[in-house]
């Protein structure tokens, strides 16, 4: 092979080269945008499925302003703790069944025992549900009591009840009781009022608060909710 052969074949073969490296990129390139295309996040949440569609539902965050319910040991007011559970169950309840929920309030505000219940029968709710946690002197006294007023208002209550119950809860099962308070009596609605713990005991206060317990309670007074209404149909 002479010098000029020798050099023309060594250019034929840079060129080759390069040709073939500029293939391999744009596999590559197509692979890349492949895998990206497979890793992306799903788009969109599913719609609400509208089996609530046309229901009304009160969700009343207990006491409010200047009432901040019981207070914890670690200075948490009731208050604040019931305002993040309605707003979870609003969310839940939304998403899920397409109801329209009505919070009794959406902040930090003051109300009556009274507007709230007549909120309730205003807007001639299919069903109102109170949240509150309890409060004793004695740190060890602990566990979730849900109160009905009407004797029709059991059967919700045991409902939404043995649901919270359903997933291992370590907390005191305190039963489903008859309860004389007032948003029950004044209501026209089924009515329902939930302590959900006792903020005077350090275990329950950190589990209302847990992320754990709120998703589990929005989730399990959603599908006792859904039961109910859904129950004559
Ligand atoms: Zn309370």
Do not use: W
Not at 157 to 186: E, N
Request: net charge negative; with cysteine; proline share 2%.
């Amino acid at each position: 092979m002479n010098k000029r052969k020798f050099m023309v074949m060594g250019i034929v073969g840079v060129i080759v080269s390069i040709a073939i490296l500029y293939q391999l990129r744009e596999y590559v390139a197509v692979y890349n945008r492949v895998e990206q295309v497979d890793v992306s996040p799903q788009p969109m949440m599913a719609a609400p499925s509208p089996i609530l569609v046309g229901k009304t539902i009160v969700i009343d965050a207990g006491h409010g302003g200047k009432d901040a319910g019981a207070i914890g040991q670690s200075g948490i007011n009731e208050k604040d703790l019931t305002l993040q559970t309605a707003l979870n169950i609003k969310q839940e309840l939304e998403t899920r069944t397409g109801a329209k929920v009505i919070l009794t309030r959406k902040e930090d505000d003051f109300l009556s025992l009274a507007e709230r219940a007549d909120l309730s029968n205003e807007q001639k709710a299919d069903l109102f549900i109170s949240l509150h946690c309890d409060a004793f002197e004695e740190g060890s006294v602990g566990g979730i009591t849900s109160y009905y007023y009407r004797h029709e208002d059991y059967e919700v209550a045991q409902t939404i009840h043995s649901l919270l119950y359903q997933d291992f809860l370590q907390t005191r099962d305190r039963g489903v009781l008859y309860g004389d308070f007032q948003v029950l009596r004044d209501n026209e609605a089924p009515s329902v009022l939930l302590e959900l713990g006792y903020i005077s005991n350090v275990e329950d206060e950190n589990r209302i608060q847990s992320h754990l317990f709120q998703t589990h309670a929005a989730k399990s007074i959603t599908d006792g909710i859904i039961t109910f209404l859904l129950k004559d149909k």
